[in-house]
């Protein structure tokens, strides 16, 4: 059951993110901002990886020991990390508004998770 409520929850949360995202990326296009569009999208799709993964490291460090968690999820979090400070320096070097989008879109799940959650909590208090 929790498993199930995993899934929908991580695709409910997916789902908000992408129609979110358009609508930025499509509002900054609109506004001639190209390369802020640009940047958004990679940090979007990096940062809804990132989401995505972490149901399949969930599941593979229960099937290991405490010394090769810590080894296992030491080397997911700094590739993790290379792959964000590379885009980060690409995108600062290419164009300020394009760092500026990628930032956004590395923070754009994590503020979907909040909302959600604000939401989800103002729901239980108004019943």
């Known amino acids: 059951m929790i498993k199930d409520d995993f899934a929908r929850f991580r695709l409910d949360i997916l789902a908000k993110s992408f129609a979110a ?3 930025i990326i499509i ?11 640009l940047g958004y ?6 940062s809804v990886s990132h989401f995505s993964n972490m149901y399949s490291n969930i599941r ?3 099937n290991l020991g405490i010394k090769r968690v810590k ?18 320096v690409a995108t600062f070097l ?7 989008g990628a930032v956004a879109g590395f ?16 729901q239980r208090i108004s019943v």
């Open 21 to 23: 995202g358009a609508v």
């Open 107 to 122: 923070l754009s799940i994590k503020i979907v998770i909040y909302v959600d959650a604000f939401l989800r909590r103002k």
């Open 71 to 88: 080894l296992y999820l030491t080397i997911r979090y700094l590739s993790f990390y290379v792959v964000l400070a590379f885009v980060l």
């Open 60 to 62: 593979a460090i229960s």
């Open 41 to 46: 999208l990679i940090g979007l799709l990096i």
């Open 94 to 100: 290419k164009d300020k508004s394009m760092f500026v």
């Open 27 to 37: 509002a900054g296009l609109l506004f001639k901002q190209r390369l802020f569009s």
